[in-house]
Nanobody
Framework: QVQLVESGGGLVQAGGSLRLSCVAS????????MAWYRQARGNQRELVAT???????NYADSVKGRFTISRDNAKNTVYLQMNSLKPEDTAVYFC???????????????WGQGTQVTVSS
């Protein structure tokens, strides 16, 4: 079984910072892309940032210049450093990873349970 566990969410004032972490554990042979999504109440889940195994990153326009995604492949961990937070960043943040459990097995998408980020004005 594969699990993704997020941590680091919380309540912060506008302009503040938070760092989210997500650790993948279990039967993991290889991890491809890791990403962060978020879902605000009443809205659809949206992509925040992605990090490929080759080191490429991409960001939603709304977070460019404020958020930074990084990963530690040795620890199967992805991070999201969030600076200059705004009230509109308030959402549940979900970790996502594309993982292969064995050499001859396919790639599957896994999700974490989510961590709440609340930014007060």
């Amino acid at each position: 079984q594969v699990q993704l566990v997020e941590s680091g969410g919380g309540l912060v004032q506008a302009g503040g910072s938070l760092r989210l972490s997500c650790v993948a554990s279990g039967s993991i042979f290889s991890i491809s892309t890791m990403a962060w999504y978020r879902q605000a109440r009443g809205n659809q889940r949206e992509l925040v940032a992605t990090s490929t195994s080759g080191g490429s990153t991409n960001y939603a326009d709304s977070v460019k210049g404020r958020f930074t995604i990084s990963r530690d492949n040795a620890k199967n961990t992805v991070y999201l450093q969030m600076n200059s937070l705004k009230p509109e960043d308030t959402a549940v943040y979900f970790c996502n990873a594309i993982i292969k459990k064995g050499l001859l097995q396919g790639w599957y998408t896994y999700w974490g349970q989510g961590t709440q980020v609340t930014v007060s004005s």
